[in-house]
């Protein structure tokens, strides 16, 4: 792939971004926009440039992190996906064109002020507009150092000259001109002048879609653009301050606008030559620039082809001139079909709203980015005031478009038109030429590796019984290996170093191996040699580090899957994991370590409760305290103003959690107003604190964090979270290790009479609670039928209990029962049960228990979760007839797991 030359410096960037802005949207959109504003024209400039300045910075931060060609549709691509891209790409690539061919069109009604022979839109007009439009093609096929060259010389002069005219009019100004204020439309009039003249800062960022060829673009590029809009913002604001001070607001707003103000306002001082020369001053001023569109806008067909969304011609660079040629004909035929073929004082107003749009998604691509932690993202610039400069661009945005959209409808339906080019063709030749999702893409739902994983194989033998993904800021590597060695009991590590790089990045352009991954392995492997582990390190490189992450543990098929906890960053505002889905979906049990820089175990606390993952937080405390030789100690949280019965029914939990171990275990019960920091004022006296995964996740608790992710950043020790998937759901517990239990175990023992039904009718989840719950109401004594659907409603709000496949575990625990009852149901049809996988349910092993009965339950639960895995027996109770077929499936199936 050919690279374009990197020659322009920071004088270079700050004209061609000033260049970019002046001309139409100074000398024309002034006296257009006036007849909203009224006398406040000044404000809506100002206002204008104020909404800009989010954008302005959300987007020398992107630049910094992906200085390439292509600006904006690189950013939305590599954000949003490469349908967003080509939207957004050709759409600012369609808007650039069309202000250019505005600009081009526009400095007519100057030439017609300046020699009135010629006419506003007479024919040597147009033919001059078309002259000139084949001058900046020539130039821009030449290079770009020429453009900048021609670009400085003219921006020197247009704002040497407008700044002139300024200073000349502010010292006739005549306050009494302002008097009229907004004028007859208000306040709503001076925002929809905001909205309409947001245009003329159409060109402060596009300097970024020639990123490629700016030298030191970390330092550039960001200064050049905020510089741009410093002076600019400035320019705009005093000189239409001026043009109201000096010529009374009824001549400007005569004839629905005066489309030559500037030069108006240079013929008021009385001096012919100044008005001529102020007419001069916008033919070349908008001449430069139409020049500046059609360079930024050449850039985005160039990255687009290249990446495979465009015909491949269009990336071709020049040989001589190492200019994208083609891209920027193709840009020069549009804005001539502009010019002799289209309103383009609609298209420009069309296009000031699309550019609203573009500037908002760039605020919101820089919070999608940084939430999300991509490892290629590395801006050299970072923006203040992060997020609230970006909400408050966003915000803005939105405000201006509805009062555009209030004030013509029409605008809705144009702006909508604009994408379509895009979208079509996207859809026609795009979507065939790329497997690009972009980071927001690659962060949703994935259903194709759910489905993957379903299709893959099932009874391939173990590789590696844990796998440590590492993703390059882990603060101790070797803390995750050991503790991975922990897990893996006597098993196989493996060790995965992974970089992450943009999608565009092509792998096999990657070459040798990174210094630091390099060193990592180093350390790894003389660690594994030292201690004798039994693990094997691997580096690989990733365009989706999730679909990398999920397909190793499947490949491999680990038990265990460890990583280090993610947490709020300095940059960042959210908690959530960066690969959250892999929580959700990885085919092991999950755990994430944050690391407290503790490296003897000595004393360990143990926050457990019943749920899903309890059973594996037991097991696993008791493995890692026997083989650190450390002290064990579970803790539960009660509330200050919980009666003390509570006090005795955790202690009693406790206890039975306790008996679960092998390894003398303490107990512990915090009472306090906040569980967190009441647990986390705990771990001070314990080297790490052991816990489960969060059972539901919310949207606010994946922005905001739950109380886990609470307690984890507050803890004063290293944490370790644990969460096993649906399907493998308590099959970490086994028999009491004191044997009270043991092979005795029957799970038909604990089946209640007319608690088994099959080809059982119900249409949804609530109505399959109902007939659960009717069949246990005569089992159970002392609770009613509605009594134990709520509790069963109750916990499935906690957390969805299905375990893929069209099986669900739903259970419940009920105060004052003292023994477990298991219901075993088969459904007619399957029911949404919204199932990880997606699936219905089908098949309901029903848990009832007592708060007193954790260990028999989760042996229950244990037993069915082993039934499913290892035995065909629900694929047999899915073909029974009566509950006498059932009962004699789960026995034959039970006998099996016995053996």
């Known amino acids: 792939m050919k690279k374009l030359e990197r020659r322009l410096t920071l004088p270079s960037v700050v004209a061609i971004a000033i260049s970019a802005m002046l001309g139409a949207g100074i000398f024309v959109l002034p006296g257009l926009a006036i007849t909203d504003s009224g006398a406040n024209l000044w404000l809506a400039y100002l206002l204008a440039g104020i909404c800009v300045l989010p954008a302005a910075i959300s987007k020398s931060e992107l630049a910094t992190a992906m200085p390439t060609s292509g600006g904006t549709y690189v950013y939305i691509d590599r954000t949003f996906g490469p349908l967003a891209g080509t939207v957004a790409g050709l759409g600012l690539w369609l808007s650039l064109l069309l202000k250019s061919a505005f600009a081009l069109v526009g400095f007519s009604a100057y030439l017609a002020a300046i020699a009135p022979q010629f006419g506003a839109h007479g024919p040597f007009g147009v033919s001059l507009s078309l002259l000139l439009l084949a001058l900046i093609l020539l130039i821009n096929v030449r290079g770009v150092g020429k453009v900048s060259k021609a670009q400085v010389f003219v921006m020197i002069l247009s704002v040497s000259g407008l700044a002139a005219i300024a200073v000349a009019g502010g010292m006739r100004f005549d306050i009494s001109n302002f008097e009229v204020g907004t004028g007859d439309k208000g306040t709503m009039g001076l925002f929809v ?320 191996e990174d210094p630091h991954v390099a060193s990592l392995r180093r350390r790894i492997s003389t660690m594994g040699d030292k201690e004798k582990l039994n693990l094997d390190f691997e580096h690989t490189v990733s365009h989706d580090m999730i679909k990398t992450v999920n397909e190793i543990t499947r490949q491999l098929h680990c038990r265990w899957l460890i990583m280090e906890w993610a947490g709020r960053t300095r940059w960042t505002l959210t908690v959530a994991n960066p690969l959250g889905w892999l929580r959700e979906h990885v085919q092991a049990n999950l755990a994430t370590f944050h690391d407290a820089g503790v490296r003897y175990l000595q004393k360990i606390l143990v926050f457990v409760e019943p749920g899903p993952h309890d059973s594996l937080v037991i097991h696993t405390a008791d493995r890692l305290a026997q083989r650190e030789g450390a002290e064990l100690t579970f803790v ?19 206890d039975q959690v306790r008996n679960m171990c092998r390894t003398p275990a303490q107990t512990l019960i915090v009472r306090g107003r906040n569980e967190p920091e009441a647990i986390a004022k705990e771990t001070a006296a314990f080297d790490l604190l052991i816990m489960g995964g969060t059972v539901k996740r919310t949207r606010m608790r994946n922005m905001l964090g739950s109380m886990r992710d609470k307690l984890t950043a507050r803890a004063a020790c290293s944490v370790l979270r644990l969460r096993t998937p649906p399907e493998q759901t308590h099959e970490a517990f086994r028999a009491d290790p004191k044997g009270s239990e043991g092979d005795a175990f029957s799970l038909l023992s604990f089946v209640e009479d007319g608690c088994v039904a099959a080809q059982l009718d119900v249409r949804n989840k609530d109505a399959a609670f109902q007939k659960f719950a009717a069949a246990f109401g005569t089992a159970v004594p002392n609770f009613s039928s509605e009594q134990i659907r709520e509790a069963l409603r109750e916990r499935e709000h906690a957390q969805n209990t299905s375990i893929g496949q069209g099986i669900a575990l739903p259970h419940a625990t009920l105060q004052g029962v003292n023994r477990t009852y298991v219901g075993i149901f088969v459904g007619k049809a399957a029911v949404d049960y919204g199932a990880p996988d997606g699936r219905g349910a089908d098949v309901f092993f029903v848990t009832l228990g007592g708060p007193g009965d954790r260990s028999r339950h989760l042996m229950v639960l244990s037993t069915v979760a082993r039934l499913v895995k290892l035995t065909p027996m629900v694929e047999q109770l899915r073909a029974a007839k009566d509950a006498a077929e059932i009962l004699r499936i789960v026995a034959e199936c039970s006998k099996v797991i016995a053996q």
């Open 193 to 512: 002048a905001t909205a309409f003249v947001f245009v003329a800062y159409n060109g402060v960022t596009k300097v970024a879609a020639i990123a490629e060829e700016i030298k030191q673009p970390e330092r550039n590029l960001p200064l050049g653009i905020l510089l741009s809009l410093l002076i600019v913002t400035a320019l705009y604001t005093s000189l239409t301050a001026v043009l109201v001070g000096n010529v009374p607001v009824e001549q400007l707003t005569a004839n629905g606008g005066d489309e030559h103000a500037i030069y108006t306002l240079a013929a008021s001082f009385g001096i012919h030559a100044v008005g001529i020369g102020a007419g001069v001053l916008g033919v070349l001023t908008m001449t430069s620039m139409a020049n500046a569109g059609v360079l930024a806008a050449s850039r985005f067909p160039f990255a687009m082809a290249r990446e495979g969304l465009l015909p491949k011609s269009l990336s071709s660079v020049h040989a001589r001139f190492l200019t994208p040629t083609v891209a920027i004909m193709a840009s020069g035929v549009v804005v001539a079909v502009a010019i002799l073929a289209l309103d383009v004082h609609r298209m420009a107003e069309l296009a000031s709203a699309f550019l609203i749009l573009l500037y908002g998604a760039e605020n919101l691509a820089v919070i999608v980015l940084r939430e999300s932690r991509v490892q290629w993202y590395k801006p050299s610039f970072r923006s203040p005031l992060y997020p609230w400069l970006q909400a408050f661009g966003l915000l803005s945005g939105a405000a201006l478009i509805v009062i555009m959209v209030v004030e013509d409808p029409l605008i809705s339906v144009g702006a909508t038109t604009v994408a379509v080019p895009g979208l079509l063709m996207f859809v026609l030749y795009g979507r065939k030429r790329t497997k690009r999702r972009g980071v927001l893409g690659q962060r949703g739902r994935r259903q194709e590796l759910v489905a993957r994983a379903e299709n893959g194989e099932e009874d391939a033998g173990e590789e590696a019984r844990v796998v440590v993904s590492l993703f390059g800021k882990e603060r101790s590597p070797e803390m995750l290996v050991e503790l991975a060695d922990v897990l893996a009991d006597g098993g196989k590590v493996k060790v995965v170093s992974i970089t992450d790089v943009p999608e565009q990045t092509a792998l096999d352009a990657l070459s040798g």
């Open 636 to 654: 539960r949280f009660v509330r200050n103003d919980a009666p003390l019965t509570q006090d005795q029914a955790e202690a009693d939990y406790l």
